[in-house]
């Protein structure tokens, strides 16, 4: 079955030092790969997202994300935490498919959430 | 700037009552999803349309039905509701045309169930 699997359920990490999230992938094809933050009580907002082309994408609030397609991952980056990066994130998959066929759909790992300390 | 918008924002419902939430979105844009959210399970698809009167199953169909009468409303029914069904829900519409360079899911702000 095709997923989306992020192995941490929590990320703590001080203010100032870089941080990691991870997520792996598990679908046929070539996949665009997607980064989504959700806030406290809020919908959640687009980061940033891979296509093809560079393997290193850069997205809203200093984010960025690597994509390597041997060890099916796409996990995300930043150099330097914030407080207010304290959130939950969402990795998300578009499974291959001709646009306005059924077989594209968007599927959402179980979320990492990231708690950045003073 | 509207974007999409859910309603109700909260609801209790009996096991066995019916209830129906409404996504509209005023982007044009032609595919529209409902997901849930539970803890430690992220976001689960329960139905999506990929066009004005087209519908499919997600990961998570059963006790839901949608419909796509109109392009900027996209309806989630619960027939009878079960404590199972608790659940935050979440629509969202996208942008893709087709070309990859569009793709980006604008999502609502969610709609908090309990079933008792």
């Known amino acids: 079955a095709q997923s989306v699997a992020q192995p941490e359920d929590q990320v703590n990490v001080a203010e100032g030092n870089p941080l990691t999230v991870k997520c792996t992938y598990s679908v046929s094809g070539n996949p665009y790969l997607f980064w989504y933050v959700q806030y406290p009580n809020r919908g959640l907002q687009f980061l940033l997202k891979?296509?093809?082309?560079?393997?290193l994408v850069k997205g809203s609030y200093g984010f960025e994300a690597e994509f390597n397609k041997s060890q099916t991952s796409f996990h995300l980056k930043k150099p330097s935490a914030l407080v207010s990066d304290s959130a939950l994130y969402f990795c998300?998959?578009?499974?291959?498919?001709?646009?306005?066929?059924?077989?594209?759909?968007?599927?959402f790992g179980s979320g990492t959430r990231l708690s950045i300390r003073p | 700037n509207a974007g999409v918008t859910q309603t109700p924002k909260f609801r209790v419902l009996k096991t066995g009552q019916s209830m129906t939430l409404l996504c509209a979105q005023d982007m044009n844009h032609e595919y529209m999803y409902w997901y849930r959210q539970d803890p430690g399970m992220g976001l689960r698809l329960i139905h999506y349309?990929?066009?004005?009167?087209?519908?499919a199953k997600g990961e998570v169909p059963d006790g839901y039905n949608v419909s796509r009468l109109k392009k900027q409303n996209f309806l989630l029914g619960l027939e009878s509701a079960a404590p199972s069904q608790t659940s935050v829900y979440f629509c969202a519409s996208s942008s893709w045309t087709g070309r990859a360079t569009n793709e980006k899911l604008f999502f609502g702000s969610g709609t908090q169930l309990s079933v008792l």
């Open positions: 349309s990929v066009g004005e009167g087209t519908t």
């Open positions: 998300a998959v578009r499974l291959p498919g001709l646009p306005y066929s059924s077989a594209s759909k968007i599927i």
């Open positions: 891979y296509i093809t082309g560079d393997n």
